[in-house]
C-alpha cells in the first residue's frame, strides 16, 4: 500500500491546531502561558489532569501518562489507522496528500468507510424529504411544529418504504454490501440484503466532532410491524452507551454557559422542540437509559469547572417518567455539577409544551426545577401517612439511604434537616438512620408500617384532593394557611408573609402548594393566586385550585384577613419554635466558653426577641 510522504503528514501536522481537535471532545481552560488543561478523555477522572500545548502540538496526562500528538489522539479517540488519521485532517484543512512513489491514494477502508456510508446514507435520506411519498413524514413534522427549516437544521429525512431503496442508492456510489451491514444501515434476511429502515422519519445521530454514525426512525405506517423508535444497532462507530443526541449542536452553547448547562430530554422531537424554543443546551439518549458512560461525556464537554454548573433531567410526569428520575438519581454521585429534575406540568413533554403553550413555557420549565435529592426524597416520602408516628418512622427508613449516598460533606447535614424539617422528627434521629443507611446497616422494619405504593415508593400521579390530607392539627395549620394565603395573600403584611412561607411544610402536598406561592415575585399583582396555583407540579396542583377556590372558614373579608395574618403568624412561631430547640440541642453539645456556645447562645437570644415579637403581635 502506498505510503503518504513524510513531508506531507508533517506540513498536515503543522496546518492543524491540536487544541481545535483536542477541544472537539474535551472542554479546555488555559492553565499558564502556552498550556490548556481539561478532564483527559482516556480515563476517568474529577479534577483535570490532561494538558495540551497548541505550539508543540502535543498533549500529556499526568493523571494515566497518556501522551503524544494530534495523530496519537485520533487513532486512540476514533480507534483509525495512522494512515487514515492523516487523511482524516488533511481533508479538514483542505491539503492535497501526496504517496510514495507517485502512487494514487489507497482505497479508504475500515471506520472511515462506515463513517463515509453513514453520511451518503444522511444525504439520501434528507433528499426522500422532499419526495411525493414522504407527505405522511412531512406532515408528522408539520404537527409537532417543526417546518422545512427546522428539519434542515437536525438534517431530518425520510427512509421511503421498499426494502432496498437506500441499498440501490448507496451500492450505486460504490459502497458494498458488507460495508452496509458493518454500518448498521442494511440487515440480512432469509431474502437477502435490505433497507433496515424502511417508511420512517429519520434522524441522524452524530458525534459530538459533528460526524454521521447512526440513525434513529420513527414509523409512521400502520402496517409497520416493528417497534414504534428503530435506532442503528451497535457498531464499530455507533455505541449507544455512549451517544447523546444533539450534543454536536448542544456542546458549543454547554461550554459558553454561565452557568454551564445541560438539559436531558426523552426523544429526538423534544431536542428539537428545545432548541427551537431557546433552550440550546438540550440533548437526548438514543433508545437507552442515561447511564456512567453518558456522564463521562458530558463531564468532558462541561469541563472540570462543571462543579458549578447544571445538568437538568426533564421527564414526564407519569410514573415510568418519575422512575427514570429515580435511575438517573443513581448516577447523580458521579456528576461535580449540581443535578436537578424539572417535571413539566400536566406531564407534558417538551414537544408537546411547545405545542400548546409556546417557547416561553419551554423555557420556564427549568425555572421549576428542584434538586435531584430533593425530588428523590420527596418521591420517597410520598408513600408515607407523615402524620403518624409509624409513617414518619417508614418513611425515614425509605429516604435515609437517598441522602446517605451523598458524598459531599457539606451537603449531607443539609439534606438532613431537610429530611428532618419533612418528617417533623429529631434532626439527631434522623443523622443517626442516615448514618446507619451510610454504613449499610439494616432495621427490621416496624410492624405497622404503611407500604409504599406499586414503583418502589415513585409517587402516584392520581391527584390529592383537600380530603385526601391527614385530620391532623399539623396539616390542618398548613392547609388553613395556604388558603388564607392564596386568596388573602396580597392584602396581607408581604415581609411577615415571606417569612411564614420560608420554611418547608410537614406534608408534601401541602409542601409543594407552599413552594409554589413562595416563588411568586409580586403577591400584590392581579392573578397572581391563579399564577402560583397553576405553577403547581403535578399531582398537587388540582389541590392548589381546590386552596384558591374554597371558601375561607370567616363571617367576612376583614375577619378572613385578621385570620389569614393570624396563620401565617402561627406558622412562623412554629418555625421559631422548631430553631430554638435545635439550638437548646446544640448548645448542650458545645463548650459554653467556647467561640462555637457563644455564637449559639446569641442566637437563641435573637430567637426569643423574634418569638416574642410574633407573640405579641
Known amino acids: 500500500m502506498p505510503r503518504i510522504l513524510q513531508a506531507d503528514v508533517e506540513e498536515v501536522k503543522t496546518r492543524t491546531n491540536i487544541a481545535d481537535i483536542v477541544g472537539e471532545r474535551v472542554a479546555l481552560k488555559s492553565a499558564g502561558v502556552g498550556s490548556l488543561k481539561g478532564l483527559c478523555p482516556f480515563h476517568d477522572e474529577k479534577s483535570p489532569s490532561f494538558h495540551v500545548r497548541p505550539q508543540v502540538g502535543y498533549y500529556h496526562c499526568f493523571g494515566c501518562g497518556a501522551s503524544g500528538d494530534v495523530y496519537s489522539f485520533l487513532r486512540e479517540m476514533d480507534h483509525v489507522s495512522f494512515t487514515e488519521a492523516v487523511e482524516r485532517l488533511a481533508a479538514r484543512v483542505g491539503y492535497s496528500l501526496h504517496y510514495e512513489d507517485g502512487g494514487a491514494a489507497p482505497e479508504t477502508s475500515g471506520r472511515s468507510r462506515l463513517y463515509a456510508a453513514n453520511t451518503a446514507a444522511g444525504e439520501y435520506f434528507r433528499s426522500q424529504l422532499l419526495s411525493p411519498e414522504a407527505e405522511s ?5 408539520g404537527e409537532r411544529g417543526f417546518d422545512a427549516g427546522a428539519a434542515a437544521h437536525f438534517g431530518v429525512g425520510y427512509a421511503p418504504r ?3 431503496n437506500m441499498l440501490k442508492a448507496l451500492s450505486a456510489q460504490g459502497f458494498t454490501r458488507d460495508e452496509l451491514t458493518a454500518a448498521g444501515l442494511v440487515s440480512a434476511g432469509q431474502r437477502g440484503v435490505y433497507d433496515r429502515f424502511r417508511g420512517r422519519v429519520v434522524w441522524p445521530i452524530r458525534d459530538v466532532t459533528g460526524q454521521t454514525i447512526g440513525f434513529g426512525a420513527r414509523k409512521l405506517y400502520d402496517d409497520d410491524q416493528g417497534p414504534k423508535y428503530l435506532n442503528t444497532p451497535e457498531t464499530p462507530i455507533y455505541k449507544k452507551a455512549q451517544v447523546l443526541y444533539g450534543l454536536d ?6 461550554s459558553r454557559g454561565d452557568p454551564r448547562r445541560v438539559v436531558v430530554v426523552e426523544g429526538y422531537t423534544d431536542v428539537m422542540a428545545c432548541h427551537l424554543a431557546g433552550v440550546t443546551t438540550a440533548i437526548a439518549t438514543c433508545g437507552t437509559a442515561f447511564g456512567a458512560e453518558h456522564i463521562k461525556v458530558l463531564r468532558r464537554v462541561m469541563g472540570d469547572d462543571s462543579a458549578a454548573g447544571e445538568v437538568v433531567f426533564t421527564f414526564d410526569g407519569d410514573e415510568a417518567g418519575q422512575k427514570a428520575a429515580l435511575r438517573a438519581f443513581s448516577e447523580d454521585s458521579r456528576f461535580t455539577a449540581q443535578t436537578f429534575v424539572a417535571v413539566a406540568p400536566d406531564g407534558l413533554d417538551p414537544c408537546d409544551m411547545r405545542l400548546q403553550r409556546g417557547d416561553a413555557a419551554v423555557r420556564g420549565l427549568m425555572d421549576a426545577k428542584v434538586p435531584m435529592f430533593e425530588f428523590a426524597i420527596d418521591r420517597k416520602l410520598a408513600g ?7 409513617g414518619q418512622v417508614g418513611a425515614l427508613r425509605a429516604a435515609a439511604p437517598i441522602v446517605a449516598e451523598i458524598r459531599d460533606e457539606l451537603l449531607r447535614p443539609g439534606y438532613e434537616r431537610v429530611l428532618a424539617r419533612r418528617l417533623g422528627m429529631d434532626p439527631t434521629a434522623v443523622h443517626q438512620q442516615v448514618q446507619r443507611a451510610a ?6 422494619p416496624a410492624q405497622r408500617q404503611q407500604p409504599p405504593p406499586a414503583g418502589d415508593g415513585v409517587e402516584s400521579t392520581t391527584r390529592v384532593r383537600l380530603v385526601d390530607l391527614p385530620r391532623t392539627p399539623e396539616v390542618a395549620l398548613e ?11 396580597h392584602r396581607l403584611d408581604q415581609e411577615v408573609l415571606a417569612r411564614a412561607l420560608s420554611e418547608p411544610f410537614r406534608h408534601p402536598a401541602l409542601d409543594a402548594v407552599r413552594d409554589a406561592v413562595a416563588s411568586v415575585g409580586d403577591r400584590t399583582r392581579v392573578g397572581w393566586a391563579t399564577a402560583a396555583a397553576d405553577s403547581v407540579r403535578e399531582p398537587y396542583r388540582s389541590l392548589a385550585g381546590e386552596l384558591l377556590m374554597m371558601p375561607f372558614p370567616a363571617r367576612d373579608d376583614e375577619g378572613a384577613l385578621a385570620s389569614s395574618a393570624d396563620l401565617c403568624r402561627r406558622l412562623i412561631l412554629r418555625s421559631i419554635e422548631r430553631e430554638k ?18 455564637a449559639l447562645r446569641m442566637r437563641l437570644r435573637d430567637v426569643d426577641a423574634e418569638r416574642l415579637r410574633f407573640t405579641e403581635s
Open 479 to 489: 392547609r388553613d394557611a395556604l388558603m388564607g394565603v392564596l386568596q388573602y395573600g
Open 581 to 598: 430547640q435545635e439550638l437548646l440541642g446544640a448548645v448542650q453539645r458545645v463548650p459554653a466558653d467556647s467561640d462555637g456556645g457563644r
Open 439 to 444: 454504613r449499610g446497616e439494616r432495621e427490621q
Open 162 to 164: 421498499g426494502w432496498d
Open 249 to 254: 449542536l448542544a456542546k458549543r452553547d454547554i
Open 384 to 390: 408515607y401517612d407523615l402524620s403518624t408516628v409509624e
Open 137 to 141: 413524514a412531512r406532515r408528522f413534522l
